[in-house]
């Protein structure tokens, strides 16, 4: 079964920019959309980001100019480049696919902290 890690968290200041990977174990198939999540404590977990296996691509309000999705379907990987990180950034990010039908075993996520 295709396992999902994800990478490239850390403790950021404001205003600073993270890259996260995430990497699957097997092909996540270049008709999959994936996209990033996030779960702040004691919220939900919502949709960051999604990249379609065209040249679509959307954004959540609030990351919109400042977070950017992209994929390599060779490598099995996409990622998620932060700019101007702000404090309700801080939440535990996840990547999976768009559709729940072909959802993937959740990884552990990687931690996003931003503070001064």
């Known amino acids: 079964q295709v396992q999902l890690v994800e990478s490239g968290g850390g403790l950021v200041q404001p205003g600073g920019s993270l890259r996260l990977s995430c990497a699957a174990s097997?092909?996540?198939?270049?008709?999959?959309?994936m996209g990033w999540y996030r779960q702040a404590p004691g919220k939900q977990r919502e949709l960051v980001a999604t990249?379609?296996?065209?040249?679509?691509?959307d954004y959540a309000d609030f990351v919109k100019g400042r977070f950017t999705i992209s994929r390599d379907n060779a490598k099995n990987t996409v990622y998620l480049q932060m700019n101007s990180l702000k404090p309700e950034d801080t939440a535990v990010y996840y990547c999976?696919?768009?559709?729940?039908?072909?959802?993937?075993?959740w990884g552990q996520g990687t931690q996003v902290t931003v503070s001064s």
């Open positions: 990249i379609a296996p065209g040249t679509r691509i």
């Open positions: 999976n696919t768009l559709r729940e039908v072909f959802r993937l075993p």
């Open positions: 097997g092909s996540i198939s270049s008709l999959y959309a």
